[in-house]
């Protein structure tokens, strides 16, 4: 059997955008990161490779710790693997009210 595949009528190639392009465009912006476990990063994205391996700035890391939260501050530039990546908000102001990282400000 031919199963024909669905298009949307208004969606073309000119308004797709890939990820690493998104992630191009939030250079030199904040970003926010949520990793694979509970913690959760707030920083200046310097650069990414191909395998969205990140390069921050101004980096704060935000995880638990027994029924608290601690909050480091990170010194230098911060290298972070993309395979433990797992949530990546380009562009915003950091974590919204209700996040792990909001909750230790």
Not at 41 to 55: Q, S
Not at 95 to 105: I, N, T, V, Y
């Amino acid at each position: 059997p031919f199963i024909k595949k669905r298009r949307h009528p208004n969606y073309t190639m000119a308004n797709r955008i890939l990820p690493l392009e998104l992630i191009d465009k939030a250079i030199g912006s904040q970003i926010w990161i949520l990793m694979r476990g509970k913690t959760e990063i707030v920083g200046t994205l310097r650069g990414f490779d191909d395998y969205v391996n990140l390069v921050l700035d101004d980096a704060v890391e935000y995880s638990p710790e027994g029924d608290g939260l601690v909050k480091t501050e990170l010194q230098s530039e911060l290298l972070l693997n993309g395979n433990q990546i797992a949530v990546l908000v380009p562009g915003g102001t950091g974590p919204p009210e209700d996040s792990l990282a909001a909750q230790a400000r």
